[in-house]
């Protein structure tokens, strides 16, 4: 078992305040977005490790390089391959995030094939596809959470749109009364995606104004324009379920699904990987064709999801996916200790209160990881996340 040492991600739109005051350290006055607890290459998590020569201190990939089934069991490498299949995050949005969908695994295959073979650099601003794999995630609420979820119905689209009484958005009220559900959507979608720019500042400027006369439903969309002054993202931001969740409920978003974060501190889980296409709220490449492909066009109710009690403690967040799974124990002080051995690899997140796992004790905000099948044992008084891959 290891305590990890954890990299924060600066991204613009993090919160200033939220991770250090679960730390319990001073804010430096710059967004602190994300905290990632797990072995993707792009910040891995450090060790400290005791060898014949002293402790040596390396990133959490290079323990797993070097014994891949040692630390993760065989039959995680057999189904996943000698990596680690999911990444651990806190989450702090202080601004709106990128509205954004994610593909599933043949369509993620897929589209990293075929930049490979047109030789699109990994790295190039315009390239959709980092990686081959999917990415569903699931994001657990640890204070008051703001985020997009789904489409909602065409109708009540329309209803928000016409209510605030901007003339260059009839066309999309038609269509989204006019069609079919799923034709409604795409259309509109695909109209403000195409839309002339200077035209679409305009339109936007005028609906964030009268968005922010209206408040009420409408108050969430006047601070998302706000934040992206013109930016067409506030128009599909529209389509979409508005969502507030309260601590300890959560959020799956599964592939199709277009979802943002607006605001609040989170746990977030997802499957090991970069594949993100953006649809609004972002100065980044827009891959309309390639987004049009992936977007489920359907009207949804974002599955708002509770944890479901299990054996010794344990509240499982169900999701139907292999990679990960979550869960969440709340240790009482005094109680007999909680056994978290398990098959598989685990990353283990204080959120509140102190909780020792094995001879490590971790206050808020702090981690550890435990290979598969190392025994752990864990006692309170605190709130312990369970991250691991699903059984």
């Known amino acids: 078992m290891d305590r990890l040492s954890n990299t924060v991600r600066p991204y613009a739109w993090g919160s200033t ?3 250090p005051a679960l730390l319990g350290i001073a804010p430096t006055g710059e967004p602190q977005a994300e905290m990632w607890m797990g ?3 792009g910040a891995p998590s450090r060790i400290t490790r005791t060898t014949a020569s002293g402790e040596l201190e390396l990133a959490l990939t290079e323990a797993i ?5 040692g630390e993760l069991g065989v039959p995680t490498v057999a189904r996943f391959g000698p990596r680690l299949p999911f990444l651990l995050k806190l989450l702090a949005a202080g601004a709106p995030l990128s509205v954004q969908v994610h593909p599933d695994l043949d369509q993620a295959r897929e589209g990293y094939a075929d930049e490979e073979a047109r030789g699109v650099p990994i790295d190039a601003p315009h390239r959709t596809y980092k990686d081959a794999n999917h990415k569903p995630e699931l ?3 640890l204070t008051p959470f703001a985020g997009l979820c789904g489409f909602r119905p065409p109708t009540e689209a329309a209803d928000a749109m016409e209510a605030l009484g901007v003339d260059s ?3 999309y009220v038609d269509l989204l009364r006019a069609h079919p559900e799923e ?3 795409r259309e509109v979608l695909t109209a403000i995606l195409g839309a002339d720019p200077a035209e679409m500042t305009e ?5 964030a104004a009268a968005a922010e006369r209206l408040g009420g439903a409408h108050a969430p969309y006047a601070r998302i324009a706000h934040h992206f002054p013109g930016d067409p993202g506030v128009l599909a931001a529209m389509l979409l379920n508005y969502v507030q969740l309260q601590p300890g409920e959560a959020l799956f978003l599964g ?9 609040g501190l989170g746990v977030e889980i997802m499957a090991n990987s970069d594949n993100v296409l953006r649809c609004g709220l972002t100065p980044k490449h827009i891959d309309v064709p390639e987004l049009l492909r992936i977007v489920r066009f359907e009207a949804t109710e974002p599955g708002v999801l509770r944890p479901e009690a299990a054996p010794s403690g344990e509240e499982r967040y169900e999701t139907p996916v292999d990679e990960f799974a979550l869960s969440r124990y709340t240790l009482a002080s005094g109680a007999a200790p909680t056994d978290l051995t398990a098959p598989t690899p685990q990353i283990l997140l204080c959120t509140a209160g102190t909780v020792t796992v094995g001879e490590i004790a971790l206050g808020p905000g702090e981690s550890a990881y435990v290979p598969a099948g190392e025994r752990v044992e864990a006692t309170g008084p605190g709130t312990l996340f369970r991250a691991t891959v699903a059984a």
């Open 183 to 185: 034709a409604a959507l």
């Open 65 to 69: 390089d070097a014994d891949p089934e």
């Open 169 to 171: 958005l009839k066309p």
């Open 39 to 41: 072995a993707h290459p």
């Open 255 to 263: 592939a199709g699904v277009p979802h943002a974060y607006l605001d």
């Open 203 to 207: 339109t936007v400027t005028e609906a």
């Open 139 to 141: 994001i657990c609420a």
């Open 17 to 19: 305040t939220a991770i």
